[in-house]
């Protein structure tokens, strides 16, 4: 039996999986699934260091903590990591007058403003980073309840009395105002993704978010808080996760962006009378009470709440299909648990109903859920199965269903892959027809034969599949030192996999070429990413010949003539080769240009480092033995040494010249003939005679 034999329908990548619905669970970066993450408690900040009663708070970026003491109305700033804390005078104070509060409830912070929700009198004031004066204040806009800030700067006010919100500009410019009649018993405010604003109301008639856009649009109500659950405060951080405070309870639950629960966040107990949320660049949560201000370290833990996969539905395009078998790749870690269920239907309508319900935009995850499982019987659970048989109902569709849960929050279990196999062929086929006679010993002996099936598919699929061990592209990572072997190849362990799969790509070509300049070139640059550039100094001087026409300098070079049987550094090492008194036979002036090659290629400093040591041993294994080679870097090279025209130098700012305008003759301006004899006054000097103006 070989995968060929068999249809297949694969999870694997982020685009297959979304094509699904998750419930309580996140994505992995590479594609699968695991449980939401959420933050965990790591300490308190509390009476040792001042902090007896926080009210609202704030993070900037640099991780430093604001808030407002309620028992004093003054702004402190405390930093975590010297656990210093920092009075600021020129804010606070219990009071009516310009620079004093009265109820303060919340605080938002941005690179140059302070806005401090001084709700007791009735207004929001900001206040400049630098030096704590104030900017401007929104006085009396009602009965302000919470703010919000926007990522263009707009600040959104709640307002309890009118049941609206107002929004202002960057500089406290009233813009607009919305939210009747939706607005009836609102508590808290946040933007969230797309500058949506999140609304927590209280009535009894919401049990969610309300959603408003920036233009203030009604969006619809979202999610559906635990029973007993009193919101009172929320936050929202840049993954988009929703986080939601009860003052009463003193517990914090998360949502995600469409408003379902995912958890309640573990803490070290009650976290006693919420009054503020805070999320800072990291991601990490910080919550005031009563007891101090929490902070709450991001993806620490994960949610004990089961997280549900819900596969599309899967089409075979086969009436009554035989659905064969399901083969997960997944990471179980202890205390965790995978349960895996499904369902086979030929009803066109149960199809177009799942599709409808995965596809409806207004309801949330959780509600989505809920009405799938209201829809479809389940079969199963199966636990922790790595390779199952899908028994059972017979039908052209199939759906499948993932249950992950952790008893332990500090690991959590994942899918990486599914795998589903169809129609059904088994090992059965090959026994006498005598054992498929009767169902119910049909069916015990398939399902006994498909332990044999699982444990033999794997191998079966490789010996049909073993061609790919053949092919530099397809042959399996593990197995590229043992190809690259059979084409005597030597490969550096440290090597990015890319580079290994196109040496032994290029093997048979760059045999052909084995010792000449193209083949050292290709080498080289499949190694350092870069073609250098080869210089053969027997081409680079053409010889001078007495009586000939030549000029020095120009179409010749002198070069010294060895006058001893060696050459130090090129065919000999001082105080290893012994010195003779009988001079030598003068060599060819031009044999040791024609032995010597340089090597120049354009690398940094710290690529050179990391290729130096391999690129001089392509050098010294690819290059013929009697020839010498110069390595040089061109970003090592200075004006006037080593400096090559057209490789690393270049005639820049090129232009033509007009006589007249940006030149005068006799001046700046030099004339040539056509010929290699300069120009000379009344002397080869005849304008479009015999001298061209250039």
Not at 6 to 30: A, C, D, H, V
Not at 116 to 127: E, P, W
Not at 191 to 197: A, E, F, R, T, Y
Not at 358 to 371: H, I, N, P, R, V
Request: proline share 5%; hydrophobic share 35%.
């Amino acid at each position: 039996m070989t995968e060929q034999e068999f249809k297949t329908q694969i999870f694997k990548t982020p685009e297959q999986w979304e094509s699904g619905l998750l419930y309580r669970l996140e994505m992995l970066n590479e594609g699968g699934i695991t449980l939401y993450s959420m933050p965990a408690f790591t300490q308190w900040i509390q009476e040792a260091n001042g902090i007896e009663n926080p009210g609202g708070l704030t993070v900037d970026k640099c991780g430093q903590v604001y808030f407002i003491d309620l028992e004093t109305c003054w702004l402190h700033k405390y930093d975590p990591g010297t656990q210093r804390l920092e009075h600021i005078q020129c804010i606070g104070g219990c009071g009516s007058d310009n620079a004093e509060l009265r109820n303060p409830k919340r605080i938002i912070i941005d690179k140059s403003t302070l806005w401090v929700l001084d709700a007791g009198n009735h207004r929001v004031q900001a206040f400049s980073r630098e030096n704590f004066q104030i900017k401007y204040s929104i006085d009396d806009p009602g009965d302000p309840i919470d703010i919000a800030l926007d990522e263009q700067g707009h600040l959104y006010i709640l307002d309890r009395a009118s049941k609206q919100i107002f929004k202002f500009d960057s500089h406290g410019h009233f813009s607009k105002s919305f939210g009747q009649p939706y607005l009836k018993e609102s508590v808290g405010l946040a933007v969230g993704k797309g500058n949506n604003l999140y609304v927590i109301d209280i009535n009894e008639t919401y049990n969610g978010f309300l959603i408003f856009t920036e233009q203030g649009e009604y969006s619809g109500l979202i999610g559906n808080f635990p029973k007993g659950f009193e919101p009172s405060t929320i936050a929202i951080d840049r993954k988009r996760n929703v986080f939601a405070g009860d003052a009463k309870a003193g517990a914090v639950l998360q949502f995600d962006s469409d408003g379902s629960y995912t958890g309640t966040i573990a803490t070290s107990g009650n976290m006693g009378s919420i009054n503020g949320l805070a999320i800072d660049s990291k991601g990490n949560l910080y919550v005031s009470s009563n007891k101090g201000i929490a902070i709450l370290s991001a993806e620490e833990t994960f949610t004990k709440e089961q997280g549900v996969y819900y596969s599309m539905t899967l089409d075979s395009g086969i009436q009554d299909c035989r659905w064969h078998r399901l083969a997960l790749k997944m990471d179980l870690p202890p205390k965790t648990v995978l349960e895996v269920y499904f369902y086979s239907s030929d009803e066109s309508d149960l199809k177009n109903e799942i599709d409808k319900v995965l596809s409806d935009k207004g309801k949330s995850t959780q509600e989505k859920s809920e009405d799938i499982d209201k829809t479809i019987p389940w079969i199963g659970p199966e636990i922790n199965p790595q390779d199952m048989l899908l028994r059972g109902k017979t039908g052209r569709y199939l759906w499948l269903k993932l249950v992950l849960s952790t008893f332990d929050k500090k690991v959590s279990p994942s899918v990486t892959q599914t795998k589903v196999f169809y129609p059904r062929i088994s090992y059965l086929r090959y026994l006498p027809a005598i054992y498929q006679e009767d169902p119910v010993s049909r069916e015990f002996l398939e399902r006994f034969l498909s332990v044999f099936e699982t444990l033999f598919y794997d191998l079966e699929t490789e010996i049909c599949q073993v061609f790919r061990y053949f092919n530099p592209d397809t042959v399996p990572q593990g197995f590229i030192p043992w190809l690259a072997s059979w084409m005597n190849v030597a490969l550096e362990e440290d090597w990015p996999e890319d580079k290994k799969r196109r040496f032994i790509r290029e093997a048979a070509t760059l045999y052909k070429i084995k010792g000449t300049p193209d083949g050292i070139r290709r080498l080289a640059g499949i190694y350092t990413g870069k073609i250098p550039r080869i210089l053969e100094h027997s081409k680079m001087g053409k010889p001078m010949v007495l009586g000939g026409r030549f000029r020095l300098g120009i179409n010749s070079m002198l070069i010294q003539t060895p006058l001893r049987g060696f050459r130090l550094g090129d065919d000999s090492i001082l105080g290893r080769v012994a010195l003779r008194d009988k001079v030598q036979s003068p060599e060819d002036p031009f044999l040791p240009m024609a032995y010597r090659f340089t090597v120049i290629v354009d690398l940094s400093q710290e690529e050179f480092r990391r290729y130096e040591k391999g690129l001089r041993q392509i050098l010294n294994d690819e290059k013929p033995a009697h020839t010498v080679y110069t390595l040089r870097v061109i970003r090592e090279m200075r004006v006037g040494m080593g400096a090559y025209v057209g490789i690393n130098t270049r005639v820049g700012d090129c232009r033509p010249i007009q006589i007249g305008v940006d030149s005068i003759l006799g001046t700046e301006l030099i004339v040539f003939d056509s010929g290699e004899t300069c120009g000379k006054v009344e002397r080869h000097a005849k304008a479009e005679v015999d001298t061209h103006l250039t």
